[in-house]
């Protein structure tokens, strides 16, 4: 599930200032259990748009915004969509994307992307991975101190935590003791000893 967050109503409006005669998409996956792009949120956003002057020409919510086969299928799903002038995806950045490669007017997003994360028992959860294409997750007992470590480390705790909580992000626990615990339970600890490499950060 990708992790996102809406943007403030204020910054959609300064994105948009030069554009009407919009259409909105949202997404009916990861958005819509977030609350930051399914029905609801579309339907206040064209409320919000019209309000504050701009045209919404219509809007659609096809099942995931990152997985739209061709603009003949957002046609099928609202034939307004031939009017508009631009796009505003309720959506992640990889949906913003691929909903421009399909279309040939401005598209937007009214979200930030945060993260890669998951659901549990009903509850959400964030910064599960950061996509660093090296995925050895498997020997943290299934938890990424690359993603949940705001220093990034490897091989164990900075010595810092307070209480079993993050120095850095203080009403987090530190993710060197979950992993500790969870390699403790599974009877792994052993993984504790091996020495990885830093990750490297380079721009591609």
Not at 39 to 45: A, D, F, G, K, T
Not at 82 to 89: D, E, G
Not at 126 to 151: R, T, W
Not at 157 to 184: H, Q, S, T
Request: proline letters at 4%; a negative charge; charged letters at 25%.
């Amino acid at each position: 599930m990708i992790i996102t967050s809406v943007k403030p109503f204020e910054e959609i409006l300064a994105i948009l200032e030069d554009e009407d005669d919009i259409f909105i998409i949202g997404c009916n996956v990861c958005a819509e259990k977030l609350r930051t792009g399914g029905e609801p949120e579309v339907l206040e956003m064209c409320r919000r748009l019209e309000e504050s002057g701009k045209h919404v020409v219509g809007w659609t919510l096809p099942t995931a915004a990152c997985s739209i086969r061709s603009f003949e299928s957002l046609v099928e799903k609202n034939e307004e969509i031939n009017k508009a002038r631009c796009i505003l995806v309720m959506g992640c950045g990889s949906g913003v994307s691929t909903v421009a490669i399909v279309t040939e007017v401005p598209v937007y997003g009214s979200n930030n992307t945060l993260s890669l994360g998951g659901a549990s028992g009903g509850e959400l959860i964030s910064n599960q991975c950061i996509m660093c294409g090296n995925c050895n997750v498997g020997e943290f007992g299934g938890l990424c101190p690359k993603a949940q470590c705001p220093k990034g480390l490897l091989n164990g705790p900075c010595g810092g935590a307070v209480d079993g909580m993050c120095e850095v992000n203080k009403e987090n626990e530190c993710i060197w003791n979950l992993i500790y615990e969870r390699l403790k339970k599974i009877k792994r600890l052993d993984l504790l000893y091996v020495v990885h490499a830093p990750q490297e950060h380079c721009l591609k």
